[in-house]
Structure formats: C-alpha cells, structure tokens
C-alpha cells in the first residue's frame, strides 16, 4: 500500500525558513515522482515543485520558487521541502504527492497524497 506522510509544520515568523518532510512507503523514489503543493486559505491547492523517479527538479511557483528547494533522501525514503525567507503568503496546508515517473505540474495528474502538514507565517 502506497503512503505518504508530511511532517516539518508549524507556526514561523516573518523571514524564517522551514523543512518539510514526506515520508514514503509501499513503492521507491526511483520509480515515482513526488510533487509538492500548497494550498492557502479558500484557495485551490498549487504546485510548488516536485522531483522525478530520475532525481530531476522542477519547480513551479512562478517569481518566488527561488524560496523553495526540493531534494530527496532515497536511502531514508523522504522527500523534503526547504521554504525559505517565508512570508505570510505562504501559509497554508502543504501536501506532497506520488506519480509514476516524470513530474507534472497539475494536482489531477497525481494519484496518491499525504495528509498534508500545516505551516502559518505570523509574527
């Protein structure tokens, strides 16, 4: 059975930086994609960025993905997400997300999610 679990949330001020993690089990990284997304308060969830079963990056999130960094742990089966400089704009639920192979920026094209783990910016 296929799982993923987020961890790394929580409550930062202005400027701070935090690492998300995702914990997979039932499948390799080197056969699925993992994807992350944010979804802010009464907004649609987004991509931010993922890392393929080839260990290639993509990021999404337009004029601020230079905040975030993803990279991968295959020995220790995590994923992680380094957000850096946060802002308030950045609260939300974040997710990570399974794929078969290559990324893809859309929510609909993955077929298995975490819980999601929750960080507010607030000072």
């Known amino acids: 059975q296929l799982q993923l679990v987020e961890s790394g949330g929580g409550l930062v001020q202005p400027g701070g930086s935090l690492r998300l993690s995702c914990l997979v089990s039932g499948f390799t990284l080197d056969t699925y994609a993992i994807g992350w997304f944010r979804q802010a308060p009464g907004k649609e969830r987004e991509g931010v960025g993922c890392?393929?079963?080839?260990?290639?990056?993509?990021y999404y999130s337009g004029n601020i993905k230079d905040r975030f960094t993803v990279n991968r742990d295959s020995a220790k089966n995590t994923v992680y997400l380094q957000v850096s400089n946060l802002e308030s704009e950045f609260t939300g639920v974040y997710y990570c997300?399974?794929?078969?192979?290559?990324?893809?920026?859309?929510?609909?094209?993955?077929?298995?999610w975490g819980q999601g783990t929750q960080v507010s910016v607030s000072s």
């Open positions: 997300a399974a794929r078969l192979g290559s990324c893809s920026r859309s929510r609909l094209n993955y077929n298995f």
């Open positions: 890392i393929s079963s080839r260990g290639e990056v993509n």
